[in-house]
């Protein structure tokens, strides 16, 4: 099964999806892979790497081969720009910062990763990706004219244009270590235009609590990066959130 087919199957079975967030700069490779096989313990539905200061390369290769020899989950690229492209990932999230200012991340790093998206065969999900303050790391380096967080229509805006383009997904973020996620009003304003287009929240999701609140207002996935990464039970972590939000 494709990997965005086996994500909306688990959307539609069990209200919601978990996707463990992991940045190859933060750790080494083994210790990528220690963390990827303890959030499948706890029963997360997939692994997303990525990183918005651009690790690239040998490093992410090699954070995406040991993660594969630890957890039969798939494997989603979330790429900083072109050089977040590996052929040892399942999937990518191929995305456009559609509230950015600086065309290399609307459709320039898309067209350099392109090719090798298309030679090494893996599969790309296409994704409308909108920063809403505060933004964080990836919004200075995406230059994102960050939605202001009490203007819901405006994510709205951005969210339909995304959807007319044929984006298949859409991604609410409010950055990586955000103190607090978009609120439950945007996510419910969002996913009401979007319909059966699957929306993801992430960015200051800490706790099953905060998790419940952005599925419960119509997040179909949830992800989770910084609290995993700063968590010394990764699985009892995981099962906390995911408990929140799957029926
Ligand atoms: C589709 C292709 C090939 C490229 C897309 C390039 C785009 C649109 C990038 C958007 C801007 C950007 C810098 C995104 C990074 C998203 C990301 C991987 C965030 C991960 O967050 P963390 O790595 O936890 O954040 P820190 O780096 O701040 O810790
Ligand atoms: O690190 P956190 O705050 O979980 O954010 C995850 C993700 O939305 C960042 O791109
Ligand atoms: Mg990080």
């Given at each position: 099964?494709?990997?965005?087919?086996?994500?909306n199957?688990?959307?539609?079975?069990?209200?919601?999806?978990?996707?463990?967030?992991?940045?190859?700069?933060?750790?080494?490779?083994?210790?990528?892979?220690?963390?990827?096989?303890?959030?499948?313990?706890?029963?997360t539905?997939?692994i997303?790497?990525?990183g918005?200061?651009g690790?690239?390369?040998v490093?992410?290769?090699?954070?995406?081969l040991?993660?594969?020899?630890?957890?039969?989950?798939?494997?989603?690229?979330?790429?900083?720009?072109a050089?977040?492209?590996?052929?040892?990932?399942?999937?990518i999230f191929?995305?456009?910062?559609?509230?950015s200012?600086?065309?290399?991340?609307?459709?320039?790093n898309?067209?350099?990763?392109?090719?090798?998206?298309?030679?090494?065969g893996?599969?790309?999900i296409s994704?409308?990706?909108?920063?809403?303050?505060p933004?964080?790391?990836v919004?200075?380096?995406g230059?994102?004219?960050?939605?202001?967080?009490?203007?819901p229509?405006l994510?709205?805006?951005?969210a339909?244009a995304g959807?007319?383009l044929?984006?298949h997904y859409?991604?609410?973020e409010?950055?990586s270590?955000a103190?607090?996620?978009?609120?439950?009003?945007?996510?419910?304003?969002?996913?009401?235009?979007l319909?059966?287009?699957?929306?993801?929240?992430?960015?200051?999701i800490?706790?099953?609590?905060?998790?419940?609140?952005?599925?419960?207002?119509?997040?179909d996935m949830?992800?989770?990066?910084t609290?995993?990464?700063e968590?010394?039970?990764?699985?009892a972590?995981?099962?906390?959130?995911?408990?929140?939000?799957?029926?």
């Amino acid at each position: 099964m494709q990997v965005e087919e086996y994500l909306n199957k688990i959307a539609e079975s069990e209200g919601t999806v978990h996707l463990t967030l992991i940045d190859p700069a933060s750790q080494t490779p083994d210790e990528a892979a220690e963390i990827a096989h303890a959030a499948a313990l706890g029963g997360t539905d997939a692994i997303m790497v990525g990183g918005s200061t651009g690790a690239g390369g040998v490093i992410l290769d090699q954070t995406l081969l040991k993660i594969k020899e630890k957890t039969d989950k798939p494997t989603i690229l979330f790429p900083g720009n072109a050089s977040g492209v590996s052929r040892y990932a399942d999937a990518i999230f191929f995305m456009s910062l559609l509230n950015s200012r600086d065309i290399n991340f609307i459709t320039t790093n898309q067209a350099m990763g392109a090719p090798v998206v298309y030679k090494s065969g893996i599969e790309p999900i296409s994704m409308a990706y909108l920063i809403v303050e505060p933004g964080g790391t990836v919004g200075w380096v995406g230059d994102a004219k960050l939605i202001p967080k009490h203007k819901p229509e405006l994510a709205v805006a951005y969210a339909l244009a995304g959807k007319y383009l044929g984006m298949h997904y859409t991604y609410l973020e409010a950055g990586s270590g955000a103190d607090a996620p978009v609120t439950p009003e945007m996510i419910g304003a969002v996913k009401h235009v979007l319909g059966d287009n699957k929306l993801i929240v992430g960015g200051g999701i800490r706790d099953g609590e905060t998790a419940k609140l952005c599925a419960l207002a119509g997040a179909d996935m949830i992800v989770t990066g910084t609290i995993l990464e700063e968590s010394s039970n990764v699985t009892a972590k995981i099962e906390e959130l995911v408990s929140a939000i799957k029926k």
